[in-house]
Each structure stands twice: as C-alpha cells, then as structure tokens.
C-alpha cells in the first residue's frame, strides 16, 4: 500500500498516552477513531492525535481503518487482535503478547494467515544504544558472551496495591488479566534483549518469585530468575515492583557493557575502539589480573521520548513504516510467544521448584 495509513487506536490509558504524538505528527498517517470504554481517556487521546472517541470496538473494524493499535490490558489482546486480524487490518498490538500461551498461539496462528502488517510493540527498540549493544556483540567488541544480566524494578505495584486495598483494583492486580505479576510485565523486555543481540535461545529457566510489599496484587512484586542460554551463556534476571531501578550489563571474554538507570553507560573492551549510534569507546588498555584489560570509559546516553518521531528506531513509526511498504513488521508476533514461553517457564519453576526447559 502507498499514500496514507489510516489508525485506530484501542486502549488510550497510560501507555498509549505517551506514543500518540508519533501518529499526530506524521503527516502521511491519519487517526480515525481513539477507542476506550473509559470515554475521558478516548477524548484526551482525540485531542492529541485526531478522530472521533469512542468506547465502540467494532469502529476500530470498520472499512476507514488501516491498521489497529491494541494498547489494552493483556487479557483484552487475544480478542481485539484477533478480531482486528480476521477484519484484514494491520496490528500494532502491546507487549506481553497475551496472559496465556494459549491465547499468545491463538494470536500468533491469525498473524500467520494474514497478509497484513502484524507485529510486536517491543518499546527498548526505540532505544539507539540497544542496537549499539547487538552491534558490539555481533562485530566480536565484547568477545564470546559469558554473563548477562538485567535488574529492572519500579514502585508502581506498590501504588496499584494501596489503590486495590483501598477498594479502586486495576487489571494489574489480577492474575487472570495480567497473566502474572511484575515478572511478565517487565522481563519479556530483556529475555527478548538478550536472545536478540546474541543470537542464542534460552534453553532452561530457574526462577523465584515473593509478594513482599503489595498485599493488594495476587501476582508477584519480586522475581529472581537465572537463564541457561543454548550457547552456554548464563543470564541473571530480577525485576521487582516494591523497588526502583534499572541495570543492564554484557559481560564477554574480551569486554563488558553497562548501563544504569537508563543514563550511565560504562564500556570497557581489549579489542579497540568502537563507534556506535550513541556509544563511543576510544580503545586504551589497563594492566588487570589475568592480563590486559580495556580501560573504563562512562559516559551519559539517555533513550529517546516515546513520542520522538524523528528517531527511525521509533517502534511506532517503523511499524507505520513498514504498513506503508507492505513489509513484515519489525518484531514478530511468534518472538513475543516465545518470551512469553519463557515467563511461563519461569512461573513453573518458581512453583515447582526446579528447573524447567524451555521446548
Ligand atoms: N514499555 C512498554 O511498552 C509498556 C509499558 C506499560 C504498559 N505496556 C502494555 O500496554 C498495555 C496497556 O498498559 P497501560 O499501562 O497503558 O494500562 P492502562 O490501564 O493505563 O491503560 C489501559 C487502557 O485500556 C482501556 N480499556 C480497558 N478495557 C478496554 C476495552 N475492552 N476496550 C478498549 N479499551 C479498554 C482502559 O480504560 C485504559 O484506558 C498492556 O498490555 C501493558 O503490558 C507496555
């Protein structure tokens, strides 16, 4: 298809919120209707981007749409994108892909029959650094990977829990509506990360999970998790909701990579300089136990708004992309089943205690 893409957007809360500006300020793409069933948030998101508001799903199938973005709660995904598919639309649909592994596959079949567009929102590959990062590993800067690890924890349960004891429950209480608790939410960002900079799969999880400060959540507020990739890599994975922060490191035999609270990067590699989108190392050696090693080098990288439509990693903007051009979107709905397989491996794990394959 050429020319302009009509939107519909479905679920304009708080995420929504933050990426509608990409599809007011392109100006090849229209927006036809902002749906919610809370009405408030279908009018403030008309304002920014356009169209009529609604609380009526079915205008998101009607023959002026092009393509749907599906940023409701997880257990709404299988209907909505599964109905937006069989009306022969495009789809943006959010991260998890589904509560269940059922529900993700049943997602994944329609994506499979259809023609159209149909993809992922995975919101790191906006990031420039994130691809940097697959960039030093794939040209050897790191070496061989050895360690991977990702720690990345917000209070937000502990806000969601005191509004449930207060009587006000939202989804993200529910094990039935989100599939779990801060572990699917958070972690299929970085077991997505992680098989996608080193090429490997996970092959068998360990996990632990604890409620420890958010009485008014069934799902878990902290979960450890360690991952066997099928290279032989170990990757070391903690998200947390009753906690703040945000870490990423690469460890491999020749260089390490990390990045705290999505501002301060430390490189340090034997292997010389590297010039990247956003990072840059100018090489120099440190004497070290065991040999040389690649002097420190930190510096501060920021990640772009989500609404930063002159970033050409915008996820929004390269699936509007890709819409326009009759490509495949840029990260598959079958990868987001295979995180969520991985969660779900993880959650097995943490019940049974033992480790469990990932088939
Ligand atoms: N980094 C990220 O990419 C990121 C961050 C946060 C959330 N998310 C994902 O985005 C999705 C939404 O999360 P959120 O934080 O925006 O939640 P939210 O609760 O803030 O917003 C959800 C919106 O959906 C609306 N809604 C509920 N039922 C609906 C229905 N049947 N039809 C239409 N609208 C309906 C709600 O009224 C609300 O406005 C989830 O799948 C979540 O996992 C992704």
């Not at 939107?7 to 500006?21: I, K, N, P, R, T």
Request: glycine letters at 10%; aromatic letters at 8%; charged letters at 20%.
């Amino acid at each position: 298809m050429s020319g302009s893409v009509s939107v519909s957007f479905v679920g304009c809360g708080g995420m929504a919120a933050h990426y509608l500006g990409v599809y007011r300020d392109l100006d090849w793409v229209r927006v036809v209707s902002c749906i919610d069933t809370d009405l408030e948030s279908a009018r403030k998101a008309a304002e920014v981007a356009g169209g009529i508001a609604t609380q009526d799903f079915a205008a998101a199938l009607g023959g002026d749409v092009d393509a749907v973005i599906v940023s409701t709660p997880n257990w709404l995904h299988r209907p909505q994108a599964v109905a937006a598919i069989q009306a022969g639309k495009h789809l943006l649909l959010q991260k998890p892909v589904a509560t269940t592994l059922a529900d993700a596959e049943a997602i994944a079949a329609a994506a499979e029959r259809s023609t159209r567009t149909v993809g992922l929102y995975m919101s790191y590959f906006d990031q420039p650094l994130v691809h940097d990062l697959r960039d030093m590993v794939s040209v050897g800067w790191l070496g061989d990977l050895v360690h991977c690890y990702a720690g990345l924890m917000h209070k937000g349960g502990m806000m969601w829990s005191e509004e449930a004891l207060k009587g006000h429950p939202t989804w993200r209480g529910s094990i039935e509506e989100t599939g779990g608790g801060c572990f699917i939410q958070l972690a299929v960002h970085y077991i997505h990360i992680f098989e996608w900079i080193s090429g490997a799969k996970v092959a068998r999880v360990t996990g632990f999970t604890r409620n420890l400060h958010c009485p008014g959540l069934e799902g878990e507020d902290l979960a450890v998790a360690v991952l066997e990739m099928d290279s032989g890599a170990m990757v070391t994975l903690d998200t947390a909701w009753c906690a703040n922060g945000e870490e990423l490191s690469v460890h491999g035999t020749l260089g390490r990579f990390n990045y705290r609270n999505n501002q301060r990067l430390a490189l340090a590699s034997s292997a010389g300089p590297f010039e990247g989108r956003v990072a840059r190392y100018t090489g120099g050696l440190t004497p070290a136990f065991g040999g040389p090693q690649g002097e420190e080098q930190q510096m501060e990288v920021r990640p772009p708004a989500f609404s930063d439509v002159a970033n050409p990693l915008n996820q929004h903007r390269a699936f509007l992309e890709a819409v326009r051009e009759g490509r495949p979107a840029p990260v598959s709905i079958a990868s987001g089943v295979h995180d969520l397989r991985v969660v779900r491996a993880v959650y097995e794990s943490a019940r049974s205690g033992r480790a469990v394959e990932v088939c």
